[in-house]
């Protein structure tokens, strides 16, 4: 396993530890869209705990954050990381801040007008409209997620078993990671030794 995937298997193990603390509302105040316990759990949570243990920057990780919530939603397959889709309640951009250009409702106007108020006339174009805004939102949802599919695509699809091991510090056996890959644990130690950080030891 190359350190990419041992990273990206780290963070959907940190993503899966985590997100239960981010709906019970540990990283941040609890919205309708839960976006403030999203950013922190994603930057605070996942994201920096890369940070500490592999020595990358905050850019570096969002590749690596992608790939575990996609595996968690279950719109990536991967052999040995199961979906874990209620983790991911409420994480996503909210409908009005996905951005691109907002539908054109200006054909559909006339008839409008020209229907009663009230009058069930003017019902088709309101469907019309919901139609396209409900097309909008899947669009930008699958372009959101064809990157990071495309990326890791085939390497998720010939992943094998691998023996999953704790890490713990030696001088006092505090748990550090959890079952994860004998892959990852290696990163995890090397990174250490190199900042000059505590000890880790594979238990």
Do not use: W
């Not at 719109?75 to 990381?81: C, M, P, V, Y």
């Not at 951005?99 to 229907?115: H, L």
């Not at 510090?169 to 990174?191: M, N, P, S, W």
């Amino acid at each position: 396993m190359s350190k990419q995937d041992a990273i990206r298997t780290a963070a959907y193990h940190k993503f899966v530890e985590l997100a239960p603390k981010r709906l019970a509302g540990e990283f941040g105040a609890i919205d309708k869209y839960l976006a403030k316990g999203n950013t922190g759990f994603r930057i605070k949570g996942v994201c920096q705990y890369l940070c500490d243990t592999f020595g990358l920057t905050m850019p570096q990780t969002s590749p690596h954050y992608n790939f575990a919530l996609q595996v968690c939603r279950g719109t990536l397959k991967s052999a040995t990381l199961p979906a874990r889709p209620e983790l991911c309640v409420g994480l996503g951009r909210p409908l009005d801040k996905l951005g691109g250009r907002k539908p054109n409702n200006a054909k559909v106007a006339p008839a409008e007008a020209a229907a009663p108020a009230g009058d069930q006339a003017a019902a088709p174009a309101a469907v019309l409209g919901a139609a396209a805004v409900e097309a909008q939102v899947v669009a930008v949802e699958e372009a959101a997620a064809a990157s990071t599919e495309v990326a890791v695509e085939q390497q998720a699809a010939t992943e094998t078993a691998a023996e999953l091991v704790n890490v713990k510090r030696k001088k006092d056996d505090a748990l550090v990671l959890e079952q994860v890959t004998r892959e990852v644990a290696e990163a995890a130690i090397e990174t250490a030794k190199k900042k000059k950080q505590a000890a880790l030891v594979i238990a």
